[in-house]
């Protein structure tokens, strides 16, 4: 079993659609690790802004099969794959490390550059797995959290329940 850990992000009909894609992750991987939900702004475009969350889970399946899994579960929470890269999202399923992988595995570039770039994936990391080590950069993800320029990408928690459990406060 490797360890799998997936980014999650939605700016159209945000709680409904995490939900349902948090639904469809444990029907497919069982339990779920979760960060914290974070607001943030959309990047790359003009756009509402999106809820984003890291989960963290064991698959047994390949990378590319696992890619597969993915991205069906996006096409059946109504993701449109036409139109630019950087557009609004129903649901956005990203695999950001598989196991201490690294390079073009099945076509998925492992570890996801993301990581490293966006405070939307790296926060929500870092509280999960913040002793884990990124594969490519050989420190903590919560060191690298620590390190990272938060004035570049604002973020913050919001509230959101999730099959009845609280998965994320507001701050007030």
């Not at 060191?143 to 009845?164: C, I, N, T």
Request: hydrophobic share 40%; charged share 30%.
């Amino acid at each position: 079993m490797a360890r799998v850990y997936v980014s999650i992000g939605s700016n159209i009909e945000r709680e409904r659609n995490i939900a349902s894609g948090l639904d469809a992750l444990a029907l497919a991987f069982g339990e779920l690790t979760l960060s914290s939900v974070f607001e943030s702004e959309a990047v790359g475009f003009d756009g509402d802004h999106f809820y984003n969350l890291v989960a963290g889970f064991d698959t047994g399946l390949a990378v590319g099969e696992l890619s597969r899994v993915l991205k069906e579960i996006e096409d059946r929470n109504g993701r449109c794959r036409q139109g630019p890269k950087f557009s609004a999202r129903t649901l956005d399923i990203d695999i950001l490390t598989y196991d201490d992988l690294r390079g073009k595995v099945d076509g998925v570039d492992l570890p996801r550059a993301e990581i490293l770039k966006n405070a939307f994936v790296l926060r929500p990391l870092a509280e999960i797995a913040p002793e884990e080590t990124h594969p490519k950069a050989g420190r903590t993800y919560a060191e690298l959290w620590q390190a990272y320029d938060k004035q570049q990408q604002r973020l913050w928690p919001v509230d959101f329940v999730w099959q009845g459990k609280v998965i994320s406060k507001a701050v007030k």
